[in-house]
């Protein structure tokens, strides 16, 4: 008779074999990998007896869906979800190979360690340990493992909460990425950042005209050079200091924590205390444009008479109308501005039971630890679920060594997540079913 494993160690199985599956999203309609990683996940939750229902929008982009029934089903469900796509890899830039899933030095290495195929292996093995004991969760728990996060969510959780709703009608919270993981203090004391909210998103592509002409001819309107001061101009802006609940109630306690005070119109020098994550943190204080992408001409000798900039804006809640209205001065009267992308910011009320779950669950794990919450500055599959009124929260549990650049690890050479850490994290998300 085959041993069962230990929750733990299943959990940093589940993610060697999810991390081996090809789910690269090259941001076209393209994705076999979805499908494969979505029948190893529906395999896997059959082997326990929970039904699944497999959702395939366009051929490969593949989710899978259920539904963890409670003794008591008189509460409103939890949302659980993850997405198994990826971004791409270079292999030749890293360590082990990016698809290897290779276990070396006390860490899992590989493309989606940590965004975020170890949190659907945690949620896949606490499923699984708890089935098979008999332990159903405190509140019905609905599951969604999807496709095409790093693309919108096109023909993931965009095209369910547009074509699937009724999924989703009694899920009233929900859980997902990126918080959850913990920063230390220079007192040696834990604080685990929950995500509470997120910055909105919108991409412009900015154009400029000019008179198209022969290079070796002078030209005052040189559609390039217009375009280059605009996006010198946007690049290098500062944009202002802006605190939203959940940044204020962030930097409220490490203020606490450190004996220090809190200045909201410079409150950077407090993320000292928490490095690395200093730099993602600081990220959310201000408004953010950055240009990504130029096109101008097809030939060398040619003066364009157009050419195009798109920029990458992520906005502060509650600010949208402040950022667009200066990035248009900014961009200047004579450059055509068009929003090719637009996603709302997001924030959550944090004093709400659910996130006292996700506190006790911690301290049962780590004592003495605290939760804090804290504005994410990219974007989820959050921003869709939100949608349809659920609070959505990041709650992926890790607990981090002082020194791991966490930040860094997302969509990074050598991405990598700590085994230590998915195994903690997976004890933590089994005590707060018991909670939820």
């Known amino acids: 008779m085959t041993a069962v494993p230990s929750l733990e160690d299943e959990a940093v199985t589940l993610c060697h074999d999810l991390m081996r599956i090809d789910t690269s999203n090259y941001g076209d309609d393209s994705g076999p990998g979805e499908r494969v990683a979505a029948e190893y996940i529906a395999a896997r939750l059959g082997e326990v007896g929970l039904p699944v229902e497999i959702i395939e929008p366009r051929p490969g982009r593949t989710t899978v869906v259920a539904r963890w029934e409670a003794v008591d089903r008189g509460r409103p469900a939890l949302l659980v979800h993850a997405h198994t796509d990826v971004v791409p890899a270079e292999p030749a830039l890293w360590r082990f190979h990016p698809l290897s899933g290779e276990i070396a030095d006390g860490y899992l290495w590989g ?85 509470s909210a997120e910055k909105g998103v919108a991409w412009f592509r900015l154009t400029t005209a000019g008179v198209a002409g022969h290079a070796s001819m002078l030209n005052p309107r040189n559609s390039v050079v217009e375009l280059a001061e605009v996006v010198e ?52 204080l201000r408004d953010i444009a950055s240009p990504t992408r130029l096109a101008a001409g097809n030939k060398t000798n040619v003066i364009p008479s157009a050419a195009t900039a798109e920029i990458d804006c992520r906005f502060v809640p509650g600010f949208e109308e402040q950022f667009v209205a200066e990035l248009r001065r900014l961009a200047g009267p004579d450059t055509e501005c068009e929003i090719i992308l637009r996603e709302d910011a997001v924030e959550t009320p944090f004093d709400v039971p659910l996130t006292d779950a996700m506190a006790a669950s911690l301290a049962a794990e780590d004592p003495g630890s605290g939760l804090v919450p804290y504005l994410l500055p990219a974007g989820t599959d959050a921003k869709h679920f939100s949608r349809l009124g659920i609070a959505c929260f990041g709650f992926a549990p890790l607990r981090l060594l002082g020194d791991f650049d966490f930040p860094a690890a997302f969509h990074g050479v050598d991405e990598r997540v700590p085994v230590d850490a998915v195994r903690f994290g997976a004890r933590v998300l089994d005590k707060f079913f018991d909670l939820c």
């Open 111 to 195: 493309r989606g360690a940590v965004d975020m195929k170890y949190f659907a292996a945690q949620v896949l093995a606490v499923i699984r340990a708890r089935m098979r004991a008999g332990r159903p969760p405190a509140r019905d728990v609905v599951l969604a493992f999807l496709a095409d996060e790093e693309n919108a969510g096109k023909y993931g959780a965009r095209w369910l909460v547009d074509h699937r709703p009724e999924l989703f009608t009694d899920c009233t919270e929900a859980i997902g990425e990126v918080g959850g993981y913990s920063a230390t203090l220079p007192t040696g004391r834990r604080l685990y950042l929950i995500q």
């Open 233 to 284: 101009r946007i690049g290098r802006h500062r944009f202002p200091v802006r605190i939203t609940g959940s940044t204020r109630m962030l930097f409220e306690a490490l203020a606490a924590e450190l004996d220090e005070t809190f200045d909201p119109a410079d409150p950077a020098p407090l993320l000292k205390a928490i490095a690395p994550l200093e730099r993602m943190v600081g990220a959310t």
